[in-house]
């Protein structure tokens, strides 16, 4: 497959998210993505039109501008993203030598860049359309982030710290988590806390297209079956990021072991569309499938590290980043040990 | 400082390279400007060259052709004479110079130090790794010139550190130009340097790559190590 | 460690420009390159270094009856440039412990370093005349100044917008750009900006003068 096949793949893969995104949030939502993209094929015409000619047809820009949209959350000022695109498309990808040479992701490049630069900006969220409640325009987990530090160590569930903090979960979720509760799970014994249906759907705060994790896989399982990206990376990813999560998450809220509440985690942030979207990018993941599993779970380890003890709410962006520098050793030494079995069995 | 924080701030937080810039030019990459011969030592048929770094300060350029380095002979060597020249630098300070109250003194003094230091441990090297010290690229002496030791030792004698601890952020900061170095080194070699721009090749991409790395080790910060230690 | 004294030998392939080989000596000193004013006290101080350590040293060869490198050896040449830039340096430091505290934080550990760094990008064989070797050393320090301040410009007005001179008479010596100053781009105020900057003038300045064809660096 070409490669301007498989980058309009992926923003076809994007779709998904990006509609329910714009659903959500709104006219906003629609101006970032708009003014995204356009930034991006500006800078890339700029600098490859006196060179190779027009090469905005390969798609690989405009899948840059959407994923860094889609990053963004949905009140920023329209300077943020148009930089961000700017920064990812020249400095990340042309200086290197453009399309397949980059090495580090250019998306993800200009998504960090934005959040070092306006930290305050980057953190300019919107309540979704239709949800007036005070408090519905901080996403849950910077709202969980605040909870845990005002009030100390709760012995519950993320949902249940968030509940008890009075978090506004919408009334459809109230419904239907009800429902779910009394008819199903009343006889086993268990019970969903409120806001997992909100959560799961995607109905809450949060950057504009990583909010609703069903569509982002959904959309990802289409680059999947056409071979775009293989599963080994993302699937590593997720599941060290859980394992750890569920393990040790609950230790520094005092929770204990093996209460982190990973699928809050997995459905909040920008988490999965990360994992799903930018990591595995053919141009910067390792070569091997071998190399792709141990990337998968460096970025797990990271990404854990940083969501739990870091400065952002969200580590993904920056644990990508990261995973884009070692790759390449990665590469290195897994070839390195390749050719000296290789050796051995021949001698 | 605890341990664990003295190892993740000269390593991760600080990093000697990315952080304090020091060492850049022979971090896991050619010397100033691109030769064709720095293509040929991307050869794969070259073994054990992990980069083709000289270790050359950035200016004592020989014209000669860039030779293959393994970067682990860099970081070892590198992280040896941080760790003996903050440990040293220890010692000078506070037995001659604090007490002498010279310490107006202290850049010329560790200065010769890291500088002695590094003859030394050429002497030894010659001894006991021939090999590799005779290589004229890897001569330590110009690491040491290289001032990131010396950036090192400043550091450590300013923020007044004990001896374990001097040992310790040398060893520390050691690791973390290792790493930056064998990072960089691995990214050179994946880059196709036919369609980067000419203005950009060599020593711009060198310090664009650095750039973005610094970016993405931003990630490591203080309050991430406070709280990873704290809890 | 043989040549470190006598100077860079260029080969005719590729030159830099002196612009850029000084910022790349003295690389590290872009950390400081946040501000214009602490640019031109470290400008101020390589240019202190660098002229006293050209005269100095070409005083030395006057007095020692030798106009180059035949009767002094290489190691001795080497270890008198460390001698006579870590001596100056030392003095700058002090100096500016005096008259500018401020700075003297501001610059930390990277004062000290110009001893060294002088050494790294390639002192020259210093012209028999004093004279000659302190044109000599002004003018590079002249060209390492002006990359500094530039970088520095661009970091304080894009990153912190600001820029930050020495304060005299009323002036406070902070001049405010407003555009930016509300939310500038902080992320070039970060030692990866400086590396940016810094990989992106080189480019400039070499892309300028491969332009000028036979033109000598």
């Known amino acids: 497959m070409s490669s301007a096949r498989m980058a309009w793949l992926a923003s076809l893969g994007l779709l998904p998210a990006a509609a329910w995104g714009l659903l959500l949030f709104g006219p906003p939502a629609a101006a970032v993505l708009v003014v995204s993209i356009a930034a991006a094929a500006a800078c890339e015409l700029a600098v490859t039109l006196p060179r190779h000619g027009y090469t905005l047809s390969d798609g690989s820009a405009f899948f840059t501008g959407a994923l860094v949209a889609l990053m963004m959350p949905p009140a920023v000022p329209l300077y943020v993203p148009a930089v961000a695109s700017a920064f990812g498309i020249l400095v990340v990808k042309q200086t290197f030598g453009g399309l397949g040479r980059n090495w580090m992701n250019p998306a993800m490049g200009g998504v960090v860049f934005s959040f070092l630069s306006w930290p305050g900006l980057m953190s300019r969220w919107a309540a979704p359309l239709g949800s007036a409640a005070a408090g519905a325009e901080v996403p849950p987990l910077e709202a969980l982030r605040a909870a845990l530090a005002a009030s100390g160590p709760r012995d519950v569930t993320p949902l249940g710290v968030l509940g008890r903090a009075g978090y506004p979960f919408s009334p459809m979720d109230a419904s239907a988590v009800g429902w779910v509760n009394s008819h199903v799970l009343a006889p086993l014994g268990a019970a969903l806390p409120q806001g997992s249906f909100d959560i799961l759907v995607g109905h809450v705060a949060g950057s504009i297209g990583a909010t609703c994790v069903p569509l982002v896989v959904a959309g990802a399982a289409l680059l999947l079956a056409r071979g775009v990206i293989r599963w080994h990376l993302p699937v590593f990813y997720l599941g060290t990021f859980a394992l750890l999560s569920l393990v040790f998450g609950g230790l520094g809220t005092g929770q204990g072991w093996f209460a982190g509440g990973p699928g809050f985690h997995l459905l909040s942030g920008n988490l999965v569309l990360a994992a799903f979207f930018a990591a595995p990018d053919p141009v910067t993941s390792p070569l091997t499938d071998t190399g792709r599993l141990a990337l998968g779970i460096i970025l797990g380890v990271l990404t854990f590290l940083l969501r739990f003890f870091g400065s952002l709410a969200d580590g993904a962006a920056a644990a990508i980043l990261l995973g884009n520098c070692i790759s390449p050793l990665l590469d290195r030494w897994l070839e390195r040990r390749k050719s000296r079995v290789m050796e051995r069995e021949a001698a | ?231 | 460690m043989t040549d470190a004294g006598s100077g860079p030998i260029r080969p005719a392939a590729m030159r830099e420009a002196p612009a850029v080989l000084l910022l790349l000596g003295f690389l590290p000193s872009v950390v400081v390159a946040v501000r214009v004013v602490d640019a031109l006290w470290m400008a101020a101080g390589v240019l202190l270094v660098s002229i006293g350590s050209a005269v100095a040293r070409s005083l030395l060869d006057w007095s020692s009856g030798s106009p180059g490198a035949s009767t002094v050896g290489q190691t001795a040449r080497w270890l008198r440039a460390l001698v006579v830039s870590s001596l100056l340096t030392a003095a700058f430091e002090a100096a500016l412990l005096a008259v500018a505290p401020a700075a003297s934080a501001a610059l930390g550990i990277y004062a000290p370093l110009v001893a060294v760094n002088l050494l790294a990008v390639g002192t020259d064989a210093a012209s028999p005349r004093p004279l000659r070797a302190a044109l000599g050393a002004l003018h590079k320090g002249a060209w390492y100044a002006a990359g500094l301040v530039v970088v520095a410009f661009a970091r304080e007005v894009l990153g912190a917008g600001t820029i930050t001179l020495f304060p005299a008479g009323g002036f406070g010596g902070t001049i405010v750009v407003s555009a930016l100053l509300d939310q500038p781009v902080r992320a070039l105020g970060l030692a990866g900006g400086g590396l940016l900057c810094m990989g992106y003038l080189a480019a400039a300045v070499r892309a300028v003068s491969a332009r000028k064809t036979g033109r000598s660096t």
């Open chain 2, 1 to 231: 400082m605890s341990w664990a924080a003295i190892v993740f701030t000269f390593a991760l937080v600080d990093n000697v390279v990315l952080s304090r810039l020091l060492g850049l030019p022979a971090a896991g990459q050619p010397g100033a400007r691109p030769t064709p011969a720095d293509h040929a030592a991307d050869d794969p048929s070259i073994p054990d060259s992990l980069t083709s770094a000289r270790s050359l300060p950035p200016g004592g350029r020989e014209g000669a052709r860039a030779a293959a380095v393994p970067a682990w002979w860099l970081g070892a060597s590198m992280t040896v004479l941080m760790s003996i020249s903050a440990v040293g630098a220890w010692l000078v300070n506070a037995w001659v110079l604090a007490p002498l109250g010279f310490t107006i003194l202290r850049t010329p003094v560790m200065v010769f130090l890291v500088a002695g230091l590094a003859l030394a441990l050429q002497a030894l090297a010659r001894r006991v790794v021939p090999s590799m010290a005779n290589r004229p690229e890897v001569s330590v002496p110009r690491l040491g010139v290289n001032c990131v030791a010396l950036g090192l030792v400043l550091v450590t004698t300013r923020a007044e550190y004990g001896p374990l601890q001097s040992l310790l952020a040398g060893a520390a900061a050691g690791a973390g130009y290792y790493l930056v170095s064998a990072m960089m080194g691995a990214i050179r070699e994946r880059l196709d340097i036919e369609q980067v721009p000419p203005a950009l090749r060599g020593l711009p991409l060198q310090l664009i790559t650095a750039g973005l790395m610094a970016y993405a080790f931003m990630a490591f910060d203080r309050a991430f190590l406070a709280r990873l230690l704290g809890a």
